[in-house]
């Protein structure tokens, strides 16, 4: 098959493949890919080839006849030929020059009456304050007689009154009278009066408004429709820097960027800078502002600019915990679940520590608010001797009260070891059944004092003095009515003790319980 040349195909030529067609179609994509191929197709070769891909071709006709009036969504070859169709939809919705010109015009007409009015109003309210203010002499001159009446006192002193002074005297009397009447309302108006002139200077500020026309004026400057952006900017911040700005001005503004700059906003240099340039554009409208009252009473900005950025972001971090257990019962659950938590729960969870049933409810209340700040506490290796602990931990609550019992007599210098009835146990203390043995520590050592049931000796000395450090052991016969103490100190020694028959009753009760038991 004979390749044909592009460039020298008639637009009437007809198709190899079929000569009674012409040709309809051109490749205009993939063509790199097939370098043997013939890019003309008519419309049987379309009909008969089977992998014919529309997308890569283009209709002859419609290139020539729609070249200059129509978009051409297939030309030429791109990676996404939606882009012609997107050009071709945003072209139909464009409105012509000459509309667009109309709007122009519309705009800057409207905007020039509006302006004008706004002017119009603003010179007329002018001078009408003007008109009422005290720029003369005259004028304060005439607004003191207003007030003071003092041209109907001069009325009342010329009148004749026929020689009369009676009737002179009591007209002027009753004048008068009612001038004073008004004393607080007068006082007030020549107050103000007073004012008006101390301040006549600064009634009109010339220098604050001509600052105030520049400023209008490079914000009509902005109003250009088609200026680029970059150098409309340059122009401003150019004109701009030809505006000498108070310096209360750039005090309010400091004021302001210290709000926004705050280190926990994380706002950025180019923000930063970007919004300052701005409000020094707008710094006399910023001027009226009145930081009196900026911050709630009672309350001051939190001074995060002194803290460093290691803790700033860790408050960041207990903030954004904060929301996530409030809003993620899962993160919530893993909090309560964690390591740090779990064992100071475990050290927390132990009968020595008489804790009431409340507090530990509102521990982990407090542990999961501030798990932020205790995360990285160790407390794998807390305790000096572990296996020591759990043991305690494991003691019933009932010996643990007793233990205490104990304690509580040592603190006393007494100290006691016996017996008691079952039947008492856990309801009153053991010495109060009278079958104790009851020693004191004197001078360091442990002396034995009777009256607690288990005092009649019959062997062993009563008034040995035992060593502080010593080991006693208390064995129990009941048949033969007889309590044995060991003391094990440096040799062995042992006291033998008879029980009186009635305390022998009292523990053969016992001892029955024992057995029902």
Not at 115 to 140: E, G, H, R, T, Y
Not at 338 to 356: E, G, K, P, W
Request: aromatic share 10%.
């Amino acid at each position: 098959m004979d390749q044909l040349a592009p460039n020298s195909i008639p637009i009437q030529q007809n198709c190899i493949f079929h000569p009674q067609n012409k040709l309809a179609f051109i490749q205009v994509k993939e063509i790199s890919s097939l370098p043997n191929s013939n890019i003309f197709q008519c419309v049987d070769c379309f009909e008969q080839d089977l992998q014919f891909r529309g997308a890569n071709y283009m209709l002859i006709q419609k290139n020539i006849e729609n070249s200059e009036s129509d978009f051409h969504y297939k030309w030429p070859p791109l990676n996404d030929q939606q882009i012609i169709q997107n050009i071709d939809l945003k072209a139909k919705n464009l409105n012509s020059t000459q509309s667009v010109l109309n709007q122009i015009n519309s705009y800057f007409t409207q905007l020039k009456d509006e302006i004008i009015k706004k002017i119009d109003a603003s010179q007329k309210k002018a001078i009408n304050q003007a008109l009422q203010m005290p720029f003369s002499k005259d004028q304060i001159l005439k607004r003191y007689q207003e007030i003071s009446q003092i041209q109907n006192l001069k009325s009342l002193l010329m009148q004749d009154y026929n020689k009369s002074f009676e009737l002179q005297q009591k007209s002027c009397k009753e004048f008068i009278q009612q001038v004073e009447l008004n004393k607080d309302k007068n006082t007030q108006l020549l107050q103000e009066l007073l004012n008006q002139c101390e301040q006549i200077e600064l009634l009109i500020d010339f220098d604050r408004l001509n600052k105030s026309k520049v400023f209008l004026l490079d914000f009509l400057d902005q109003l250009n429709f088609f200026e680029d952006q970059t150098q409309s900017q340059v122009s401003s911040e150019n004109h701009l820097n030809n505006i000498i700005l108070p310096q209360q001005d750039n005090s309010k503004i400091d004021q302001l960027m210290n709000l926004i700059s705050n280190k926990t906003n994380y706002c950025s240099e180019v923000f930063l800078n970007q919004i300052r340039q701005q409000m020094q554009k707008l710094s006399l409208f910023i001027e009226q502002i009145s930081f009196d009252k900026m911050n709630q009473e009672g309350k001051k900005a939190i001074r995060f600019s002194e803290l460093n950025d290691k803790k700033i972001n860790s408050i960041n971090e207990y903030v954004e915990h904060l929301i996530k257990i409030q809003d993620d019962p899962q993160h919530l659950q893993s909090v309560k679940n964690s390591v740090q938590i779990s064992n100071l729960f475990y050290v927390l969870d132990n009968n020595f520590n008489f804790i009431s049933k409340n507090y530990p409810d509102n521990l982990m209340r407090y542990l999961i608010e501030t798990y932020p700040f205790s995360k990285n506490i160790n407390t794998d290796q807390m305790f000096s001797e572990e296996q020591s602990f759990n043991i305690l931990r494991c003691i019933d609550t009932n010996y643990i009260k007793e233990f205490v019992k104990i304690g509580a007599y040592a603190n006393y210098g007494s100290s006691m070891i016996g017996i008691m009835k079952n039947e008492n146990f856990n309801r009153q203390q053991g010495n109060q059944d009278k079958m104790s043995y009851h020693f004191r520590l004197q001078n360091n050592k442990m002396k034995y004092y009777g009256g607690f049931g288990i005092d009649k000796f019959v062997k062993g000395d009563k008034t040995q003095l035992l060593d502080e450090n010593c080991t006693l052991e208390l064995r129990v016969w009941l048949e033969g009515q007889q309590v044995e103490i060991y003391v094990y100190i440096s040799i062995y020694k042992r006291t033998n003790i008879n029980i009186s028959q009635k305390k022998y009753q009292q523990l053969s009760s016992f001892e029955n319980q024992c057995k029902q038991g």
